[in-house]
T-cell receptor, first 113, second 113 residues
Framework: DMKVTQMPRYLIKRMGENVLLECGQDMSHETMYWYRQDPGLGLQLIYISYDVDSNSEGDIPKGYRVSRKKREHFSLILDSAKTNQTSVYFC????????????FGPGTRLTVL | GEQVEQRPPHLSVREGDSAIIICTYTDSATAYFSWYKQEAGAGLQLLMSVLSNVDRKEEQGLTVLLNKKDKRLSLNLTAAHPGDSAVYFCAVSGSGGNYKPTFGKGTSLVVHP
């Protein structure tokens, strides 16, 4: 069963706290992505990972970092979260490197107070 | 970098009518094209995808047209039904070795019974 999972689904943090969002996939896909979705802005690419320890900045990497130590697992870390990082975060995966035919997780709704 | 414009932002049709969503992109070397559907509170679901060597693809009431000359991608939902009500996104990637996907801002489709 092709699936992308995200944990947690909902998270409330205070400004300055650290945040860890986790994503897993069971398709052995090489490429994984982190996006944030805000009303009126569509999806914005934060980071892309082409395989284990092969990560590349997306369009809005500032304030975020990622970790990929296993092919099936990709983490997004916010060190000292800010209120403007309140958003819905989506993880996705795809086979190959082309950004083609992505499979998305259900999203994590993060609120930073 | 690649720019994608998606229109219309909102679309309302009656059950049985066609719904057409259009994306235009800027980079003529773009290689990969996808359409996604997002229902309320959920992640994006891959609908259809085409490579740049495909002009037309039809699957289960959906038609994707790619006009490379005009750099235009369209999604046609023939005979829409209320269950098609959702937000639809186009995504393009793969131009000149840049595999970071770019999404349109979405079209909110409402199909009235």
């Amino acid at each position: 069963d092709m699936k992308v999972t995200q944990m947690p689904r909902y998270l409330i943090k205070r400004m300055g706290e650290n945040v860890l969002l986790e994503c897993g996939q069971d398709m052995s896909h090489e490429t994984m992505y982190w996006y944030r979705q805000d009303p009126g802005l569509g999806l914005q690419l934060i980071y892309i990972s082409y395989d284990v320890d092969s990560n590349s900045e997306g369009d809005i990497p500032k304030g975020y970092r990622v970790s990929r130590k296993k092919r099936e697992h990709f983490s997004l870390i916010l060190d000292s979260a800010k209120t403007n990082q309140t958003s819905v975060y989506f993880c996705a995966s795809s086979s190959g490197t082309g950004g083609y035919e992505q499979y998305f997780g259900p999203g994590t709704r993060l609120t930073v107070l | 970098g690649e720019q994608v414009e998606q229109r219309p932002p909102h679309l309302s049709v009656r059950e049985g009518d066609s719904a057409i969503i259009i994306c235009t992109y800027t980079d003529s070397a773009t290689a990969y094209f996808s359409w996604y559907k997002q229902e309320a509170g959920a992640g994006l679901q891959l609908l259809m995808s085409v490579l740049s060597n495909v002009d037309r693809k039809e699957e289960q009431g959906l038609t994707v047209l790619l006009n490379k000359k005009d750099k235009r991608l369209s999604l046609n939902l023939t005979a829409a039904h209320p269950g098609d009500s959702a937000v639809y996104f186009c995504a393009v990637s793969g131009s000149g070795g840049n595999y970071k996907p770019t999404f349109g801002k979405g079209t909110s489709l409402v199909v009235h019974p």
